[in-house]
C-alpha cells in the first residue's frame, strides 16, 4: 500500500491550501490518518491526526488555522490550510497506522 499526497505549493503569506491523501488500494486494516510536516533543518512534528472515532489533535501553531477531515469509504483524508505563514513552510507527509507514510508534499509560503 502506497500513500499519494497532493496539494502543495507556493502560496503568499495569508492564503490557503488544501493537501489531500489517499491510500493506493483498499485494505481494512490500513487506515490513513494524519500529517506530520518537517521544515528545514527541524525535525518531524504532528500536525493533525484524526481517529478512527473522530477525535482530532492539532498542534497548537495550527490550532484554528488547519482542519483535517477524512472520506472513509475513500480511505482518503484532507488538510485544510488557512491564513497561511512562512513558518507553515514545510514538507508535509500524511501517515496510516502500521508505520505507512506518504513521499511527502513541498508548502511554501512566501511573499
Known amino acids: 500500500v502506497q500513500l499519494v499526497e497532493s496539494g502543495g505549493g507556493l502560496v503568499q503569506p495569508g492564503g490557503s491550501l488544501r493537501l489531500s491523501c489517499v491510500a493506493s488500494e483498499s485494505h481494512f486494516s490500513i487506515y490513513v490518518r494524519g500529517w506530520y510536516r518537517q521544515a528545514p533543518g527541524k525535525q518531524r512534528e504532528l500536525v493533525a491526526d484524526?481517529?478512527?472515532?473522530?477525535?482530532?489533535n492539532y498542534a497548537d501553531s495550527v490550532k484554528g488555522r488547519f482542519t483535517i477531515s477524512r472520506d472513509n469509504g475513500k480511505n482518503m483524508i484532507w488538510l485544510q490550510m488557512n491564513n497561511l505563514k512562512p513558518e507553515d513552510t514545510a514538507v508535509y507527509y500524511c501517515?496510516?497506522?502500521?508505520?505507512?507514510w506518504g513521499q511527502g508534499t513541498l508548502v511554501t509560503v512566501s511573499s
Open positions: 484524526l481517529t478512527r472515532s473522530g477525535n482530532t
Open positions: 501517515y496510516a497506522n502500521g508505520g505507512v
